[in-house]
Every structure is written in structure tokens, then in C-alpha cells.
């Protein structure tokens, strides 16, 4: 069956899922595999909790065994859509509907802060335009075809969050979104045994670049870090921004614990009291304004979008509980993203302060130095209590409490009882540092 007849039946039901667990009748059911499931074991229950239609790539029963079409019942046998890979087609269906669609597609990639920018990013410009975007954190080969699909006709904007850990994975979310505009929030040290290094980073997310410049597409590009100006050269269009360059250029005012903007060019002078704690958020921020203001969102709904924007997702995210302040930050954990954690945590003023680090993870042969590293920063900025979980913490040497699990911290952090006093909550995803805050 070819894309075009897949994405007429698309079009008559334009709601793509691929889990059965969540499925509403009218869904068209893809059946994806893995290395551990294989979602054509599914589809025929799917049909039955009332998909309209399956996309599957084998034929076989729930417990595995090959199934014989002609013993279907020809209803049945004409919902199921046969072709040489689910998967593919996915992403070549996402793509066949992206070219139906001529709205700017904003894509957004980088090592730290491109949850958070792509949140900021929506909130300005569905203030002003109907516009679409990557729910949570699915930012993926299966995430990014399946955003793609959520756009409907009335759309006219959309933003795209693009994660990757290796090189080429950029280039491949570029071919069947088609960024016509594009953003790098930086370039850190994620993912380093993927990517092989820090030069294999820039590599991988510049491929973000490449698309846009052999596309003639738009780059947002953040003039304070010197290494995007060589990774963005080429691109016809590059609006800039910053702290004194660019379109918009703004500076912190106070970052204790939210962080406040002054914005002192491309907006009228004023101040942006945001929700998100942690200066190292002013590069988001100031994309966000810069995107809105680009596309002509009106000033007053620019600053209420990021002003009305609440973290609730383990980023960036303040917590109130008792007399405690906690910061968490749970979701995700690089060397470049626990140094300035630490750094906003160390200029804030309190009495008691206490780090809570969860390992690190994905930093292959470096993993033990990079952890050894931020022990050092820990000891150079004068921490005193200081709990490290779980991964290549272990293996580190430093005058502080070390346990194995989320867990077990969180059973530290209770008989310790602190009182007013600031908790910085910070680890990779795998670590579930989140589990520290549950009662």
C-alpha cells in the first residue's frame, strides 16, 4: 500500500497512537517493534477496542504465531495495513503530511534547556497563533514523526523538540520535518559515549544547521556562546540574540530563586519576572522573546506567555514543602548542566543549603572524571552537606555522604528533618532523583 493511499485514510482519521494502552476508538494503531516488544502482537486488539485501522508489518496472534489473512474475516483483514516496516512508514507518512503543511516548523535541538526553550517557544506564540507542539518529552525517532502527525489543518505554527544522543540522528529528524526555522540552544557535554566527545556533540546537533542552510531556513542563534557563530555560518538567515547582540538582548536582574529579566533591546524596556529557577535559564528565555517578537507576537503577550509559564516537569522547578525550598531538577543530568545547577544553587543566599546529586549517566570512558570533576567544584565552592547517589559517584573520592539509590536518599533527607533550608535535587532521568521528594 503506498503513502498516499495511507495518508487518505489518515486524513479521515487524523489521530496516530502506538500504544494500545491509550488508544480511543478512531485512532489508526501503528504497530512498532523493538528489541523487547513487538506491537503487531497487538494489533488485532487494538481493532477490537476500536482503532479504525492497523498499520502492521507482520501478521501474527497475540501470543506470536503467524496468522493466515484468509482466515479473517474480510471486515477485519481490509483495516490492516500491511507494509515493509511500521516504522518507516511512520516517519515517511509524517513526512508526506509535513509537506501538506506551510507554516513555519521550528525545530529545536541542543544539550541542555531544549525542553524548557521548546515550552517557552509555545507559550509566546500559541498566545497569538494556533500552533502545535512536541508533548512532553517526545523528542525521538518515534516521537518526532508522531508530533508531525498531531498538526491539524488549522495549524499555523509548529514546534518541533528534537533530542539525539549519536551523530546523523539530527540529520534524520531534518528530513521528514523539514525545519523551515531552527534553533541550537547550546552545545555541552551530553551524551559524550554516543557522540564521541564534545566535538562530536557539536557535530550531531550541527546537522540542525546543515539542513537549515542548504534550505535557505532561519537560525535563532545565541550570540554569547562563540562556538555556535562558526556552527551557524552559511545559513542565509540568522536572527541573533543575546545578552548585548542581537534582535533582543536582555540581562538577569535577580535570580533568587526565580529568575528575573530585564529585557534592554528588541522590547521595550521592562522587566520578565519568569517561574524557573536558575540563571542558566536566560538563554531560553531570551529565545523565546526573540522567536515571538520575529513573528510579530504583541509585546504584552510575549512577557504574560513567559511570566504564566510554571515548570511542572522536574525541570527548573521550585517546591515548596514546610519551611524547605527545593529546587528540582530531576529530569536530566550532564556535566554541563550540573555545573552552572551548582554554580545558580552556590549564589543563592540561605543559611542552609544542601546538594543532592544524582549520578550521571551516557558519559562512557570519561564518566568517572566527569564525576570526579564535579566533586572538586562541590569542594571549591565551600558545600558542606552534600548527598551523591547511585552510578560512577561511587567511584569517586570526596569527603561526602554517598548512597545507592533515589530511594535511600529520600529515607536520609527524612530523618534529617531539615528546616528552612534550600535543597538543590539534580540527576540523570535513570537515577529517579524525583523519588527523593515522595512520601
Not at 497569538?128 to 508531525?148: A, D, M
Amino acid at each position: 500500500m503506498s503513502i498516499q493511499e495511507i495518508y487518505d485514510i489518515y486524513t479521515q482519521y487524523p489521530s496516530i497512537q502506538t500504544d494500545t494502552r491509550k488508544l480511543k476508538a478512531g485512532d489508526i494503531y501503528v504497530a512498532l517493534k523493538g528489541p523487547n516488544f513487538n506491537g503487531n502482537r497487538f494489533a488485532l486488539q487494538a481493532l477490537e477496542a476500536g482503532a479504525a485501522y492497523a498499520i502492521i508489518d507482520q501478521l501474527i496472534s497475540p501470543n506470536g504465531e503467524p496468522i493466515n489473512d484468509g482466515a479473517l474475516p474480510v471486515g477485519l483483514r481490509k483495516r490492516l495495513l500491511l507494509v515493509d516496516d511500521a516504522l518507516t512508514t511512520l516517519q515517511q507518512l509524517a513526512k508526506h503530511h509535513r509537506q501538506k503543511l506551510n507554516i513555519p516548523f521550528i525545530a529545536i535541538t541542543g544539550s541542555n534547556g531544549k525542553t524548557t526553550s521548546k515550552e517557552l517557544i509555545y507559550a509566546v506564540l500559541s498566545s497569538h497563533f494556533k500552533t502545535y507542539t512536541t508533548q512532553g518529552n517526545l523528542n525521538n525517532h518515534i516521537g518526532v514523526p508522531l508530533t508531525i502527525l498531531s498538526v491539524q489543518p488549522d495549524a499555523e505554527m509548529a514546534v518541533i523538540e528534537m533530542g539525539a544522543n549519536h551523530q546523523k540522528e539530527i540529520e534524520s529528524y531534518c528530513a521528514y520535518t523539514l525545519p523551515s526555522h531552527g534553533v541550537i540552544t547550546n552545545c555541552g557535554k551530553a551524551h559524550l559515549e554516543g557522540f564521541g566527545g564534545v566535538e562530536g556533540v557539536r557535530k550531531g546537533k550541527g546537522e540542525l544547521y546543515q539542513f537549515l542552510r542548504e534550505q535557505h531556513g532561519t537560525a535563532f542563534v545565541y550570540a554569547d556562546y562563540d562556538y555556535l557563530q562558526p556552527m551557524s555560518a552559511g545559513i542565509e538567515n540568522i536572527v541573533q540574540y543575546g545578552i548585548s547582540e542581537g534582535l533582543v538582548q536582555g540581562q538577569i536582574e535577580t535570580a533568587e530563586p526565580f529568575l528575573t529579566v530585564r529585557i534592554t533591546a528588541g522590547l521595550d524596556a521592562t522587566l520578565i519576572n519568569s517561574q524557573l529557577v536558575g540563571d542558566y535559564n536566560l538563554p531560553n528565555i531570551l529565545c523565546a522573546v526573540t522567536i515571538g517578537k520575529y513573528f510579530g507576537v504583541p509585546a504584552e503577550k510575549i512577557i504574560a506567555a513567559i511570566e504564566n509559564y510554571a515548570p511542572s516537569n522536574s525541570r527548573s522547578q521550585l517546591i515548596q514543602r514546610g519551611t524547605n525550598h527545593i529546587i528540582l531538577d530531576a529530569y536530566n543530568a550532564n556535566p554541563s548542566s550540573m555545573k552552572v545547577a551548582i554554580e545558580n544553587f552556590a549564589r543563592i543566599h540561605a543559611d542552609r543549603k544542601i546538594l543532592m546529586l544524582g549520578a550521571m549517566k551516557e558519559l562512557g570512558r570519561d564518566s568517572v572524571a566527569e564525576h570526579q570533576a564535579l566533586v572538586e567544584q562541590i569542594i571549591a565552592l565551600g558545600f558542606k552537606e552534600v548527598v551523591l547517589v547511585g552510578g560512577d559517584f561511587a567511584h569517586t573520592k570526596h569527603p561526602f555522604t554517598y548512597i545507592d539509590t533515589a530511594l535511600e536518599a529520600r529515607d536520609w533527607l527524612t530523618t534529617l528533618n531539615p528546616q528552612n533550608s534550600y535543597i538543590l535535587v539534580k540527576g540523570s532521568r535513570s537515577i529517579n532523583m524525583e523519588h527523593v521528594l515522595t512520601v
